[in-house]
């Protein structure tokens, strides 16, 4: 059993249209299914992530007010994290066409299969050729719940989202820091300017009382001179 199910399961190369198809479905699932969980894993890091994010805002890290931690992840998702979202998906089309193209290929030799000069036991070869055009149907199947189980278990979907999270709370966190900074500088500015203010009145009522002064002493000696000459 295990033995006709691994033959089953294996491409087989006849020269023919169909193992050549069989041969260009497999590979592209086995790269599929091989490569995209090394790229994942090479990519969809808080680095990756914040480059992204750096990208996005022009070096800023400034995100509009109402940003969600799902809309940034989804913002920030590398490339192979989107492939991902729709590879598995993909696989199982790709494997469903490649059988049905089969299929059409192997039912377009069945008329002459059936035809009255062919003997009876060349009907059971047909059925036997459109039972293997399962085949890339199963591998389809296959690479879906491979990539599935994959994806699953490396959780990147749901790090990217708590790391979205965080970084909006961070991001929160120094535009608070900032505003704040910015509000005791307009505080310092303010009290600097009140300050000016007060001297330079100050610095004015000091030079008008010194005028004034001045202006008095200048009437007392006019007025003791004036007393002088009367006597």
Sequence with gaps: ??????????????????????????????????????????????????????????????????????????????????????????????????????????????????????APGALAAVIDALGAKFRMATWGILAYLILKICITLSAREQARLAWSVSTLRRLDTEQAHARAQLEAQDRQRLIDAITHSGNALLAAQQAEAQRAHLRHAELMDALQRQTARSS
């Design 1 to 118: 059993m295990n033995k006709s199910v691994l033959d089953f399961l294996m491409p087989q190369w006849n020269g023919a249209v169909d193992g050549g198809l069989q041969l260009v479905v497999a590979l592209l699932l086995l790269a599929l299914v091989i490569g995209l969980p090394l790229l994942l894993a090479r990519s969809a890091r808080p680095a990756q992530w914040e480059a992204r994010l750096g990208a996005l805002t022009g070096g800023r890290l400034a995100l509009p007010a109402p940003t969600t931690p799902e809309e940034l992840s989804q913002a920030v998702a590398t490339a192979p994290e989107r492939w991902a979202q729709v590879a598995p998906g993909m696989v199982l089309m790709l494997g469903l066409l490649g059988s049905f193209v089969g299929l059409g290929l192997a039912l377009g030799d069945t008329a002459a299969v059936l035809g009255p000069q062919q």
